[in-house]
């Protein structure tokens, strides 16, 4: 297992997995937690989600809960290709409001490793995806967020143009209007 920060998006890690391969196919740990104690990286993860996309060009996110429920995801491509995206929300963070993204895929066997206080999302590169993440807080309706996939201010580069977006989604903030609102997220409340 190799753990790698990414040096744009303090607390951002990409995480390389090694799987043991022989005839059979292959093994792999997917989580140690004396390795993420040593990186500083363990949580208490008190949920695990799955989520499978059935088409290519599916955009979900980005999504966020508000603190004191604000999540820290441990997200793993299990199947296929995602194009994953993080938005820095963390007050006086050196990439507040910049975003960035990597790819996660089935046959690389990486994660990423994203902390309180970034809103997430993912597209479809593949017809069939899906998609674990851990948790480190418990899903709260009255806490959840999102910002609009195709915020102009944002300006993220998606690998769509037309994606298929829930209603949900289609409704998030945009950049200007969480600020607005919400100004952004205080680290002192994560």
Request: proline share 6%; glycine share 6%; net charge neutral.
């Amino acid at each position: 297992m190799e753990i790698i920060e990414n040096k744009q998006f303090p607390g951002v890690f990409e995480i390389r997995l090694t799987p043991r391969r022989d005839e059979r196919g292959f093994f792999m740990r997917v989580y140690d937690e004396d390795i993420f104690k040593r990186k500083g990286l363990h949580r208490g993860w008190i949920q695990e989600n799955h989520s499978r996309s059935e088409k290519k060009g599916v955009v979900r996110g980005l999504h966020f809960q508000l603190p004191p429920f604000a999540e820290t995801k441990l997200i793993r491509c299990v199947r296929g290709i995602v194009h994953d995206v993080f938005v820095d929300l963390r007050k006086d963070s050196p990439s507040f409001g910049k975003w960035g993204s990597m790819e996660l895929a089935e046959e690389k066997h990486n994660m990423v490793y994203i902390p309180r206080g970034f809103a997430h999302g993912f597209c479809t590169l593949t017809e069939e995806s899906e998609v674990v993440y851990k948790v480190d807080n418990p899903y709260a309706p009255e806490a959840e967020c999102g910002l609009i996939w195709n915020d102009r201010d944002l300006a993220i580069s998606w690998p769509v143009a037309q994606p298929i977006i829930s209603e949900k989604d289609s409704k998030n903030f945009t950049w200007r209007d969480f600020v607005m609102k919400h100004k952004y997220i205080d680290p002192k409340e994560l």
